[in-house]
């Protein structure tokens, strides 16, 4: 999944890809590099950052979805609101990457009565005040627990099983530590019986581990994104997609045998 962010405050792209001809561009790119879904943000979801109105985040995302429509990969739209999701997905949206989860009122109303995919999150508390404090006693069996509940609730409003991917959330209320103990420990969420997804791409407990900046934090990002995939992970949402695919592609001819994935 490669990241295509329309956010002017975006921690990472810094508001470069605003223009929806440079969204496009980029969007390209990433599909280029062999992205086989683009997810494409326009509320910064960055610990700490104040909310965008509705018609701001519409007025982010929308455009960029017209001028997407046909592109080959499925889109993905990172969003909570529920007219946000529904407005996504009359512009041909699939996939809702909701990082609350459908928690927001009538937000699970919109996509039990659509047929896109959904990727529910774990998050403790919410953007702004998410890494304030963040405790666990478990972390692993916490974000599992958590994410069981969730899952329940959303299938028990009617949303079947097989729309619905699992992510632990890295950098939502989690510190270092808890990021490293999750990662490390992931391949428990597979129990769950979803897909699971994986972000892990320039954030900062990449920065924490190696002291890099955010720009200077790809091989850092592909390390994660490797773990993540040899715990479990079937997605993993990056900025940097041509050198995570030939980082996995190294691991699946290793892990499945040279020239057998070809076969399989
Ligand atoms: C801190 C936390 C800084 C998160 C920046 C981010 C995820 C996501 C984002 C993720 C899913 C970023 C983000 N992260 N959606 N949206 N999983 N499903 O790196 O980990 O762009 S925002």
Redesign the pocket.
């Known amino acids: 999944?490669g990241?295509l962010?329309v956010t002017p405050d975006?921690?990472?792209d810094g508001g470069r890809f605003a223009a929806v001809e440079a969204a496009v561009a980029h969007a390209r790119r990433l599909i280029d590099e062999g992205a086989d879904i683009l997810?494409v943000?326009g509320e910064?979801?960055?610990?700490g950052a104040a909310p965008v109105s509705p018609e701001v985040e519409l007025g982010r995302v929308l455009p960029v979805l017209e001028a997407l429509r046909g592109v080959s990969a499925p889109i993905?739209v990172?969003t909570s609101r529920p007219e946000v999701i529904a407005a996504a997905l009359r512009a041909g949206a699939s996939i809702i990457?909701?990082?609350r989860s459908l928690s927001l009122p009538g937000a699970l109303d919109v996509v039990r009565d659509a047929d896109c995919g959904v990727?529910l999150?774990h998050m403790q508390g919410d953007?702004a005040t998410m890494?304030t404090r963040p405790g666990y006693q478990d972390v692993v069996r916490e974000v599992t627990g958590w994410l069981a509940q969730r899952r329940d609730a959303v299938r028990a409003a009617g949303v079947a099983g097989d729309r619905i991917?699992l992510?632990?959330?890295?950098?939502?209320g989690k510190s270092h530590r808890h990021n490293c103990a999750l990662l490390a420990g992931m391949a428990a969420l597979q129990d769950l019986g979803h897909p699971l997804?994986?972000?892990?791409?320039?954030?900062?407990t990449l920065g924490a581990i190696t002291g890099r900046p955010v720009d200077e934090r790809l091989a850092a990002s592909i390390a994660a994104a490797l773990i993540a995939v040899q715990n479990g992970a079937r997605i993993v949402?990056v900025?940097d997609v041509a050198a995570t695919r030939d980082a996995l592609a190294v691991w699946k001819a290793v892990s499945c045998g040279f020239g057998e994935e070809e076969k399989t």
């Open positions: 999944m990241i962010n975006s921690f990472s997810d943000g910064s979801t960055r610990p993905s990172d990457n909701d990082v990727v999150m953007p890494q991917v992510d632990p959330g890295f950098g939502f997804l994986a972000g892990l791409s320039r954030k900062s949402r900025h």
